[in-house]
């Protein structure tokens, strides 16, 4: 089946600075590549997501790159702001069900 | 519309005492998930439901757990004889056909503690 592996497991920037969050996946069936953000104590949310046929994707400040030969994919914050501290978890479809990594948690310091 | 709720929010049990957990999805939408998420871990998946199909139960990690989901729409998600490893927050997700079956929408979780 398909696995999913997230890197880092934890990101400090300062505030202003980029950040980038990488996954791999295993399965080159995969085709759907969301990401989700959980804030502390809430409900994950999507923030932004990448089809198979698709190399980037942007929205504002951030945006999703797609590897396929490489079979990975990274998500890219520009102009960190505090409000983007949170766990953020990449995950890729397969046969219909989400695989999801194991989360990097982002402190955006001031 | 009311997004996907869950209850309870919390269960606190004893070791050897079975639980069943609720999650009642966004109305219309025909896939749902379950997903198990340990303290500081990653999203496990555990079942899934889509329509009038047979279930994908490929993630369950015991025979101890179970679910269905009665009449297309509500969910329960039943572990028996509960173990301290049991111990997480379990989320529910759902989706629809409109989004592809893409986005998921999450309920706020159901925190079990096994003592």
């Known amino acids: 089946g398909e696995n999913v592996e997230q890197h880092p497991s934890t990101l400090s920037v300062q505030e202003g600075d980029s950040a980038v969050i990488k996954c791999t996946y295993s399965?080159?069936?995969?085709?759907?590549f969301p990401w989700y953000k959980q804030e502390l104590g809430k409900r994950p949310q999507l923030i932004i997501d990448i089809r198979s046929n698709v190399g980037e994707k942007k929205d504002q400040r951030i945006a999703v790159t797609l590897n396929k030969t490489a079979k990975h994919f990274s998500l890219h914050i520009t102009e960190t702001q505090p409000e983007d501290s949170a766990v953020y978890f990449c995950a890729a479809r397969n046969t219909d069900k989400l695989i999801f990594g194991t989360g990097t948690r982002l402190q955006v310091f001031p | 519309g009311a997004g996907v709720s869950q209850s309870p929010s919390n269960k606190v049990t004893e070791k050897g005492k079975d639980v069943e957990l609720r999650c009642d999805p966004i109305s219309g939408h025909t896939a749902l998930y379950w997903y198990r998420q340990s303290l500081g871990q990653g999203l496990e998946f555990l079942i899934y439901?889509?329509?009038?199909?047979?279930?994908?139960k490929s993630g369950l990690p015991s025979d101890r757990f179970s679910a269905e989901r009665t009449g297309g729409s509500v969910s329960t998600l039943t572990i028996q004889r509960t173990q301290q490893e049991d111990s997480a927050v379990y989320l529910c997700?759902?989706?629809?056909?409109?989004?592809?079956?893409?986005?998921?929408?999450f309920g706020p979780g159901t925190r079990l503690t096994v003592l």
């Open positions: 399965d080159s069936a995969s085709n759907y």
């Open positions: 997700a759902s989706s629809s056909r409109t989004s592809g079956f893409n986005e998921q929408f």
């Open positions: 439901f889509q329509g009038n199909s047979a279930p994908d």
